[in-house]
Nanobody
Framework: QVQLVESGGALVQSGGSLRLSCAVS????????MGWFRQTPGKEREFVAA????????AYADSVKGRFTISRDNAKDTVYLQMNSLKPEDTAVYYC?????????????????????WGQGTQVTVSS
C-alpha cells in the first residue's frame, strides 16, 4: 500500500509563492513517476506537472509553465511543487499522485487515470 501526504497549502496573495510537498511511503518511491493535479469545485481534475522517476523528464500544463517547478528528492521520498507568481485562478485543492504501474518507466503522464495512488489534497487559495 502506498500512502501520499501533501502539505504546504495556504492562503497567499496574488503574485506570491508557495511550496507544496508530498511525502510518500509504502513502496520504493524512487522507482515511480509522480504527478501533481488540482481541482476546484464543479470542475474536472486538471493536470499540473509530472516528473520521471529519475527526475530526468518533466512536463507541465501550459497554464503553469514558467511559474511552477516540480522536483523530487528520492532520498527523502518526497516530491515538491514550487509555485511562483501565483494567480487567483491557481486556487484549488492540489493533489499528488504516484504512477506505480511500471518501475523505472521512461514515460510520464498527464492523465489522472494513469496514476494508481493519490494523496488527500492540500488547499491553495490565492487572493486578488
Amino acid at each position: 500500500q502506498v500512502q501520499l501526504v501533501e502539505s504546504g497549502g495556504a492562503l497567499v496573495q496574488s503574485g506570491g509563492s508557495l511550496r507544496l510537498s508530498c511525502a510518500v511511503s509504502g513502496r520504493t518511491f524512487s522507482s515511480y513517476a509522480m504527478g501533481w493535479f488540482r481541482q476546484t469545485p464543479g470542475k474536472e481534475r486538471e493536470f499540473v506537472a509530472a516528473i520521471r522517476w529519475s527526475g530526468g523528464s518533466i512536463a507541465y500544463a501550459d497554464s503553469v509553465k514558467g511559474r511552477f517547478t516540480i522536483s523530487r528528492d528520492n532520498a527523502k521520498d518526497t516530491v515538491y511543487l514550487q509555485m511562483n507568481s501565483l494567480k487567483p485562478e491557481d486556487t484549488a485543492v492540489y493533489y499528488c499522485a504516484a504512477d506505480t504501474s511500471r518501475a523505472y518507466s521512461d514515460s510520464i503522464h498527464d492523465r489522472g487515470d494513469e496514476y494508481s495512488y493519490w494523496g488527500q489534497g492540500t488547499q491553495v487559495t490565492v487572493s486578488s
